[in-house]
Each structure stands twice: as C-alpha cells, then as structure tokens.
C-alpha cells in the first residue's frame, strides 16, 4: 500500500501510468486536449506550435479539468502524454479549420512581406 494515499475516504493509486486510465477516460483526455490546445492556436492566430508558456497554460487547464472529472493522474504523466501528442494536434489544425489556417498563413506571410 506503499503506493496509495487515502483522499476523502477512497483509496487512490499515487504512481498511475497514462495507460493504466479507462479507454473512456482516455478517449476523454484527447478530445479535450485537442479543444484546448486549437483554441489556444487561434487565440495566438498560429499554426504552429504554442511558445513553452501557453503550451503549459494549456497543459494546466487541462489538468483541472482532469480532476474536476475525478480522474487520478499525476501531472507529470498528462504533461508527457500532452508533449507526445503535440505534433500530431498541429498538424490535425488544418485538417479541422481549413479556412482559418489559411487565412493564418496568409497573415504570416503579409507580416513577413512588411518586414523585408
């Protein structure tokens, strides 16, 4: 039991790994990221990776949510699992927001036209 803390009278495994998670509560935890993680790019008005600080706002909110469900991850292991999934959510932005990514990228290349 050496793994265990007792948090309002329930027993919670403190060491739990990602995978050890329900596939519901998974499934769960990816949409979620993906929604947070895409507001924040068009907040930035970005298709590239968020800078370290909004990446770890991002994170956070995310881990609020995650025990506001009553799922009991450490941070540590949503922070990994977020940074795995990073590319593959930036990449998913033009997928889902077509239009918006290319007006993105036309923004982009006006500002970098300007500065020349």
Request: glycine share 0%.
């Amino acid at each position: 039991m050496k793994n265990h803390i007792k948090v309002n009278g329930k027993l919670l495994q403190s060491n739990k790994r990602f995978s050890q998670l329900k596939q519901s509560q998974k499934n769960w935890i990816a949409i979620e990221l993906n929604k947070l993680y895409h507001s924040k790019m068009k907040e930035r008005r970005t298709t590239r990776k968020l800078p370290s600080t909004h990446r770890d706002e991002v994170i956070s909110s995310l881990y609020e949510k995650i025990q506001e469900r009553e799922i009991w991850i450490s941070y540590n292991e949503v922070e990994k699992y977020a940074f795995s999934k990073i590319a593959k959510i930036v990449n998913s932005f033009r997928k889902q927001y077509p239009a918006l990514y290319t007006e993105i990228e036309e923004e982009h290349i006006k500002i970098k036209n300007k500065n020349k």
